[in-house]
Nanobody
Framework: QVQLVESGGGLVQPGGSRRLSCAASGFNVTDYDIGWFRQAPGKERQFVSAISFSGSSADYTDSVKGRFTISRDNTKNTVYLQMNNLSPEDTAAYYC????????????????WGQGTQVTVSS
Protein backbone atom coordinates (compact mmCIF):
# COMPACT_ATOMS: atom_id res chain seq x y z
CA GLN A 1 0.00 0.00 0.00
CA VAL A 2 1.43 3.34 -1.08
CA GLN A 3 1.68 5.81 1.76
CA LEU A 4 3.13 9.22 2.38
CA VAL A 5 2.86 10.32 5.99
CA GLU A 6 3.73 13.83 7.06
CA SER A 7 4.68 14.73 10.59
CA GLY A 8 6.25 17.55 12.54
CA GLY A 9 3.54 20.15 12.33
CA GLY A 10 2.32 22.18 15.25
CA LEU A 11 2.17 25.62 16.78
CA VAL A 12 5.29 27.75 16.49
CA GLN A 13 6.00 31.35 17.35
CA PRO A 14 6.96 33.89 14.69
CA GLY A 15 10.65 33.64 14.00
CA GLY A 16 10.74 30.06 15.13
CA SER A 17 11.66 26.87 13.31
CA ARG A 18 10.03 23.58 12.53
CA ARG A 19 11.13 20.46 10.67
CA LEU A 20 8.56 18.50 8.75
CA SER A 21 9.06 14.88 7.76
CA CYS A 22 7.50 12.89 4.97
CA ALA A 23 7.82 9.15 5.38
CA ALA A 24 7.20 7.05 2.27
CA SER A 25 6.27 3.41 2.07
CA GLY A 26 4.82 0.96 -0.41
CA PHE A 27 6.81 2.14 -3.39
CA ASN A 28 10.39 2.70 -4.43
CA VAL A 29 10.90 6.26 -3.30
CA THR A 30 14.24 6.50 -5.10
CA ASP A 31 12.31 6.53 -8.39
CA TYR A 32 10.40 9.64 -7.39
CA ASP A 33 11.02 13.32 -6.94
CA ILE A 34 9.27 14.66 -3.85
CA GLY A 35 7.49 17.95 -3.50
CA TRP A 36 6.09 19.91 -0.60
CA PHE A 37 2.94 21.95 -1.04
CA ARG A 38 0.91 24.00 1.39
CA GLN A 39 -2.67 25.11 1.62
CA ALA A 40 -3.89 27.97 3.75
CA PRO A 41 -7.58 28.26 4.65
CA GLY A 42 -9.59 29.48 1.70
CA LYS A 43 -6.65 29.28 -0.68
CA GLU A 44 -5.43 26.87 -3.29
CA ARG A 45 -2.72 24.34 -2.57
CA GLN A 46 0.57 25.87 -3.66
CA PHE A 47 4.04 24.62 -4.41
CA VAL A 48 6.65 25.17 -1.71
CA SER A 49 9.67 23.06 -2.57
CA ALA A 50 10.81 19.94 -4.36
CA ILE A 51 13.83 17.68 -4.42
CA SER A 52 15.13 15.29 -7.03
CA PHE A 53 15.13 11.54 -6.47
CA SER A 54 18.86 11.60 -5.72
CA GLY A 55 18.74 14.69 -3.56
CA SER A 56 21.22 16.44 -5.81
CA SER A 57 18.94 19.28 -6.82
CA ALA A 58 16.08 21.20 -5.29
CA ASP A 59 13.77 24.11 -5.94
CA TYR A 60 11.84 26.57 -3.80
CA THR A 61 9.09 29.04 -4.25
CA ASP A 62 10.38 32.59 -3.88
CA SER A 63 8.65 33.31 -0.59
CA VAL A 64 10.57 30.56 1.24
CA LYS A 65 13.98 30.84 -0.39
CA GLY A 66 16.67 31.34 2.23
CA ARG A 67 14.34 30.17 5.02
CA PHE A 68 13.32 26.62 4.05
CA THR A 69 15.59 23.72 3.19
CA ILE A 70 14.45 20.45 1.67
CA SER A 71 16.47 17.27 2.02
CA ARG A 72 15.99 13.54 1.80
CA ASP A 73 17.41 10.37 3.26
CA ASN A 74 16.65 7.54 0.87
CA THR A 75 17.96 4.99 3.36
CA LYS A 76 15.05 6.01 5.58
CA ASN A 77 12.57 6.68 2.75
CA THR A 78 12.06 10.10 4.29
CA VAL A 79 12.07 13.66 2.98
CA TYR A 80 12.44 16.65 5.27
CA LEU A 81 11.48 20.29 5.12
CA GLN A 82 13.41 22.45 7.54
CA MET A 83 11.57 25.72 8.03
CA ASN A 84 13.30 28.64 9.72
CA ASN A 85 12.28 32.20 10.51
CA LEU A 86 8.63 31.31 10.24
CA SER A 87 6.00 34.00 9.89
CA PRO A 88 2.20 33.93 10.22
CA GLU A 89 2.03 33.87 6.42
CA ASP A 90 3.53 30.37 6.55
CA THR A 91 0.49 29.07 8.44
CA ALA A 92 -0.99 26.27 6.37
CA ALA A 93 -1.49 22.57 6.02
CA TYR A 94 1.67 21.14 4.51
CA TYR A 95 1.53 18.18 2.14
CA CYS A 96 4.22 16.06 0.59
CA UNK A 97 3.75 14.42 -2.77
CA UNK A 98 5.67 12.02 -4.98
CA UNK A 99 6.16 12.32 -8.72
CA UNK A 100 7.88 9.86 -11.01
CA UNK A 101 10.29 11.84 -13.14
CA UNK A 102 11.29 15.46 -12.79
CA UNK A 103 9.49 17.48 -10.15
CA UNK A 104 6.82 19.97 -11.02
CA UNK A 105 5.27 23.00 -9.39
CA UNK A 106 1.88 21.78 -10.61
CA UNK A 107 0.06 19.72 -8.01
CA UNK A 108 -1.90 17.82 -10.65
CA UNK A 109 1.27 16.15 -11.93
CA UNK A 110 2.03 14.29 -8.71
CA UNK A 111 1.21 10.63 -8.33
CA UNK A 112 0.88 10.19 -4.58
CA TRP A 113 -0.07 12.52 -1.74
CA GLY A 114 0.06 12.49 2.02
CA GLN A 115 -2.72 13.61 4.30
CA GLY A 116 -0.96 16.75 5.44
CA THR A 117 0.32 18.23 8.67
CA GLN A 118 -0.79 21.58 10.05
CA VAL A 119 1.70 24.32 10.81
CA THR A 120 0.39 27.33 12.69
CA VAL A 121 2.64 30.32 13.25
CA SER A 122 1.28 32.55 15.97
CA SER A 123 2.32 34.28 19.15
Amino acid sequence: QVQLVESGGGLVQPGGSRRLSCAASGFNVTDYDIGWFRQAPGKERQFVSAISFSGSSADYTDSVKGRFTISRDNTKNTVYLQMNNLSPEDTAAYYCAAKRGAWSTRRGEYDYWGQGTQVTVSS
